[in-house]
């Protein structure tokens, strides 16, 4: 099947900066939307960015402007610049992905990042 990993997590001070990827991986045919979504405790898990595999992306309120995401076709991999970082960006990260596999079209997720920012 398809295997989604997410990396780059971390502990940062207010105002820095972090770099999140992820790489999918396994019986992979295509790859149409891939986004970043991230949860807190008690609330529902929400979009962050999203980008076709045509380059077209959309943001959250929330982060445009301070977050980009970009992707590499050609290895299967999506990225979340972070900048500017508020100590309410602090969430775990996941890493979603619309993939053709061995099965057809599915919905795949990652295991989560933690980010967490310090004020």
Known sequence: QVQLVESGGGLVQAGGSLRLSCAASGSIFS?????????????????????????????ADSVRGRFTISRDNAKNMVYLQMNSLKPEDTAVYYCNADAQGATGWNGYWGQGTQVTVSS
């Open 31 to 59: 790859i149409n939307r891939m986004g970043w979504y991230r949860q807190t405790p008690g609330k529902q898990r929400e979009l962050v960015a999203i980008i076709t595999s045509a380059g077209t992306t959309n943001y």
